[in-house]
């Protein structure tokens, strides 16, 4: 009787237990969702105001997973909101997750046109990277790094991402949806024809859309490559690259003269309602510039204005002769003297 009524008592803790880990699970997915919802909202104070109740106990039992990503979305929120210098110093403060650190540096310097700083942190993040074994964490981990590279448009650094998510990717992992889609996108970059005949015939649609994308941009067909980048936004797995290929859609329409279509994508790139990669850092300096650029054209002078304004306050770290910083102050110049 005693060793039944022990047995009995451990099934019911054991049970209890999983109960336990069960309403934990289930209370992280519901905070998580709401605050993903949050973001997408764009209600970017409701999510920092969530993240600081989750912080300090009070929106229930949150798993180790939520909380340590927690203080990256914050990184991100005040990224995105003007507050570069407190983003990144909780950037240096965050240790819950390496590879997110120092992919955050990377893209603060670089969204403050820090060209030494990007580079530093840029290779921490690669050196980080390559000592994981070859795998699920690398790859995955090289798609987020991806994102990052691809707004620069650099040829040696986009090479060199391609062959280590190539050298990282098992076998068993190359038809992995984010895999596909991330070689479809350096592929495309890079006009890598081989990397694109591959991704056209994919089984992920997300990376046949961005391969038909790169492809119809390539002939000069912008229509037809704006058409595809859409398909590819909403083919998008988590939509970890929904924020970079509304970047090269809003390119193909500067390209054919859709003012309102480039305002309306870069909207994805300069206020994300998806933080699952760093892609903000890189890409949205050039869509504050197009934005600036396409509002003028649409004779919308204070809109205009405020983008070449944002731009000037984000890269305070950019050398004078800054592409960007040159251009958005010279368009300044020339809408202060418009009669």
Known sequence: ??????????????????ASRCCAHR????????????????????????????????????????KAGLPFDLVHIHAINGRV??????????????????????????????????????????????????????????????????AGGIPGPLREMLEALERATPAARQQDLYVQSSLALLGGALEDSEVLTRAL???????????????????????????????????????RYRP????FLARVLRAADDHQGVVDACDDVIDPRIMETWSWGTSVGPCLLWSGDATASLDQVDRARSFYKRLVRLRTKAPEDD?????????????????
């Open 1 to 18: 009787m005693g060793a039944r009524n022990r047995s009995g008592n451990h099934g019911r803790s054991g049970t209890l237990a999983r």
């Open 27 to 66: 209370q992280s997915y519901h905070t998580l969702a709401a605050q993903t919802g949050l973001i997408a909202r764009r209600d970017y104070e409701g999510a920092r105001s969530l993240i600081g109740r989750i912080q300090e106990g009070l929106a229930g039992e949150v798993n180790d997973d939520v």
């Open 85 to 150: 210098e407190l983003a990144l110093g909780l950037a240096k403060n965050a240790t819950e997750d390496r590879h997110n650190r120092v992919l955050a540096l990377w893209a603060i310097h670089a969204a403050r046109g820090d060209n030494k700083g990007q580079a530093q942190h840029r290779a921490q993040a690669l050196a980080a990277v390559a000592a994981e074994p070859p795998g699920k964490v690398r790859s995955s981990t090289l798609t987020r790094f991806v994102a990052m590279e691809l």
């Open 201 to 239: 015939n994919s089984s992920v649609p997300e990376a046949r859309a961005i391969a038909e994308a790169f492809t119809a941009e390539g002939e000069q067909r912008f229509t037809d490559a704006a058409a595809a980048w859409q398909r590819a936004r909403d083919f998008a797995g988590d939509g």
């Open 244 to 247: 970079v290929e509304s970047f």
């Open 323 to 339: 592409p960007l910083l040159t251009a958005a102050r010279a368009s300044l110049t020339r809408l202060s003297v418009q009669p």
